[in-house]
């Protein structure tokens, strides 16, 4: 096929190609839901969705908190930073590379002492990909212990990136962030081994001094007060009871 030919058809392919993408996509989710396809926390564009929804929500829903007081004396109050959540499965790489896709200075991911101490998280909830469609929906926190759903709404051009269409509020109440992380799952779980490790040394200690406190009664138990110990009389006693009959 010569320049000119190649020239003309390569438009043509680039539009038939994006169609054809756009057309086969199928509908995946993250996490999945039930008759939709896993779609892969880790690949593209699953992060880059998931920080810019992330982003979207905390822009827009972050006003309606309190500012937070500084550490330092001296320095303004400031509103909450961004401490983000995210389903289970996402490895703890990714939880970083979200944060970055976040573009919000003081993005850190979420712990578990953020969740006992009532620090406000915005958690993606579900990701959802069709064709040139994305929806992300993000729990954020409506102040106490309210919180709420959002969904923010992205489509792209065909071999274009997502972009931020719309969001939406919905007067949903939802139950708290939990923390997911794959470093502090682990580190509760070690917590949770070492106290039933230690429960179970001091059952034993109990036991085994039971044990012993019991063999040392039994070893300072007279001869005499064992059944059937084969003792014979004294020549004393014999006499004396001959003596009487």
């Not at 389903?87 to 703890?92: C, L, N």
Request: hydrophobic share 40%; proline share 8%; aromatic share 6%.
């Amino acid at each position: 096929m010569n320049d000119s030919l190649c020239r003309f058809f390569r438009p043509a392919l680039f539009v038939a190609l994006g169609l054809s993408s756009v057309g086969c996509t199928p509908h995946a989710t993250f996490p999945s839901d039930s008759g939709t396809e896993i779609l892969a926390p880790g690949m593209y564009p699953a992060p880059q969705l998931m920080g810019m929804g992330l982003k979207a929500t905390y822009e827009k829903t972050v006003g309606d908190l309190p500012f937070v007081e500084a550490s330092v004396a001296g320095e303004a109050a400031a509103p909450p930073a961004l401490v983000y959540a995210l389903p289970s499965g996402v490895s703890a790489g990714d939880w970083k590379q979200i944060g970055i896709q976040t573009d919000i200075d003081g993005a850190r991911e979420v712990t578990r002492a953020d969740i006992t101490n009532g620090t406000p998280v915005w958690e993606v909830k579900q990701l959802r990909i069709r064709s040139n469609r994305a929806e992300v929906d993000v729990v954020y926190p409506s102040g106490g212990d309210v919180y709420q759903l959002a969904t923010a709404i992205f489509k792209s051009e065909p071999f274009g990136p997502f972009r931020l269409q719309s969001f939406q509020r919905w007067l949903i109440a939802e139950d708290m962030p939990t923390c997911h992380h794959p470093v502090e799952v682990a580190n509760a779980k070690a917590e949770v081994d070492a106290e039933a490790a230690r429960k179970a040394a001091e059952e034993k200690a109990v036991a085994d001094a039971e044990a012993a406190k019991k063999a040392a009664e039994n070893e300072a138990s007279p001869a005499s007060d064992l059944p059937g110990d084969g003792s014979a009389p004294s020549a004393e006693t014999d006499a004396e009871t001959a003596a009487a009959e």
